[in-house]
Nanobody, 121 residues
Framework: QVQLVESGGGLVQPGGSLRLSCAASGSIFSINDMGWFRQAPGKQRELVAVITSAATTNYDASVKGRFTISRDDVKHTVYLQMNSLKPEDTAVYYC???????????????WGQGTQVTVSS
């Protein structure tokens, strides 16, 4: 069974930094795109950043220049370094990955359980 486990959320003051991690575990043959989404209360889930297997990155305009996504393919882990945090970054952050399990013929659309990020003074 493949699963994604996130860590690193918490409470931080405006202007502060946090680093989120998301590790994939289980019987994994390959991982394609990995990304981070977030959902604020009363809003739809939105894409924050994505990184392809070729390490190409793409960011939402609201976080470009402040957030950095990276991945470690040996550890099957994706990271989100968040700097210069603003109150409007407050949300539950979810990681996502397209995973091909060993012996499977189709890709799995995997999601983490979510981690809360609160930016407040």
């Amino acid at each position: 069974q493949v699963q994604l486990v996130e860590s690193g959320g918490g409470l931080v003051q405006p202007g502060g930094s946090l680093r989120l991690s998301c590790a994939a575990s289980g019987s994994i043959f390959s991982i394609n795109d990995m990304g981070w989404f977030r959902q604020a209360p009363g809003k739809q889930r939105e894409l924050v950043a994505v990184i392809t297997s070729a390490a190409t990155t793409n960011y939402d305009a609201s976080v470009k220049g402040r957030f950095t996504i990276s991945r470690d393919d040996v550890k099957h882990t994706v990271y989100l370094q968040m700097n210069s945090l603003k109150p409007e970054d407050t949300a539950v952050y979810y990681c996502h990955a397209d995973i091909l399990p060993w012996g499977a013929s189709s890709w799995l659309n995997a999601w983490g359980q979510g981690t809360q990020v609160t930016v407040s003074s």
